[in-house]
């Protein structure tokens, strides 16, 4: 069952130089308690996507077309008092930087207090008790202490761990984490993972992770898409993508992980489009070692490779 879905969204910004769109027709859903990865290179509106979900956009954002349902809800239509009852109470955001997410100059208790209050309704000793027991579910030793410390006496990991107590202690059905590692060394890196695939495991929640990071795709995610420029080009199950990547634009992902290059690193050559650029046919074609005459010409469309497993390119059209 999804518990989101996105249809055909296709949403742009107005820049000096006019109307950009930064993503077309973008398709993708989120099944109850999977944890489903969005990859690609930065610029390619993986975080814009997510972002569209809570409808956190930037003033000069525009969405053009499209659904965005949660239970079946479309978001995209709902009045923005009655999209505020969702955001962070139904779906949780575990934002890119730790370090600047939480405020320096309130206590962790006041922070986590303030979304209990605001989303579960809990006042005076049931709030603090759920705010304890939050932070105990995300390992925070002596969590009745640590909660009266400022966000600059925490770690970058307890930060991030105080961030994802705010999700629990309201009992988000969906967390987005967009780069929820980026900041943090590589063995709190698999800590934070380890902790989101316990909430996933223990509590059921779906946890939409976005990344760049393919090898902690491959350890955690149980479905992935690969964003590039504004779309989405191959989406699969974990087994099935990473055994047998069909887009281009996936393989060389793959390609240029350090664990498969023996010799030199392969890298992919040039750049992403930026939102200005027009590139007819295959957005990746300028990029692509298998370009053909057609790819600058048509924009391929979706073949299904199985049931759960598709791709947008020409190749597979043979
Ligand atoms: Fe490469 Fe053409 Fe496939 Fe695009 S459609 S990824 S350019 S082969």
Same mark, same amino acid.
């Given at each position: 069952m999804n518990i989101i879905e996105i249809n055909n969204l296709t949403l742009g910004f107005n820049c000096a130089c006019g109307f950009c769109e930064a993503l077309h027709n973008v398709s993708f859903n989120l099944k109850k308690g999977e944890l489903h990865a969005l990859v690609g290179?930065?610029?390619?509106?993986k975080t814009i996507s997510a972002m569209s979900i809570l409808r956190?956009?930037?003033?000069?954002?525009?969405?053009?077309g499209g659904e965005i349902y949660y239970n079946g809800q479309d978001l995209l239509k709902l009045p923005e008092r009655e999209m505020n009852k969702i955001r962070g109470a139904k779906i949780a955001l575990i934002p890119q930087d730790p370090m600047t997410s939480?405020?320096?100059?309130?206590t962790i208790e006041n922070q986590l207090l303030e979304v209990i209050k605001i989303h579960q309704g809990l006042q005076g000793r049931e709030a603090r008790d759920k705010a304890i027991e939050a932070l105990e579910q995300v390992q925070i030793p002596c969590p009745e202490l640590r909660? =009266?410390?400022?966000?600059?006496?925490?770690s970058g990991g307890m930060k991030q761990r105080a961030i994802i107590a705010m999700a629990l202690a309201c009992n988000a059905e969906v967390i987005i984490a967009?780069?929820?590692?980026?900041?943090?060394?590589v063995t709190i890196q698999a800590q934070i993972m380890n902790l989101l695939k316990n909430i996933k495991e223990k509590q059921g929640t779906s946890i939409l992770l976005i990344t760049h990071d393919l090898a902690l795709v491959k350890e955690n995610a149980d479905r992935i898409s690969v964003m590039y420029s504004g779309d989405i080009v191959e989406s699969g199950n974990n087994t099935e993508f990473f055994a047998c990547p069909k887009h281009p634009y996936s393989i060389a992902l793959l390609n240029s992980l350090p664990a498969n290059n023996k010799g030199r690193l392969e890298t992919i050559s040039g750049q992403p489009p930026n939102i200005q650029q027009k590139i007819n046919g295959c957005k990746f074609h300028p990029r692509c =070692?298998?370009?053909?005459?057609i790819c600058s010409q048509k924009d391929p469309t979706e073949t299904a490779i199985s049931r759960t497993h598709s791709a947008k390119c020409f190749l597979l059209k043979k």
């Open positions: 290179e930065s610029g390619c509106g956190l956009l930037p003033k000069n954002a525009k969405i053009t939480l405020n320096p100059l309130y909660m =009266k410390s400022y966000p600059h006496e925490f967009d780069e929820p590692t980026t900041a943090l060394d =070692k298998e370009c053909m005459e």
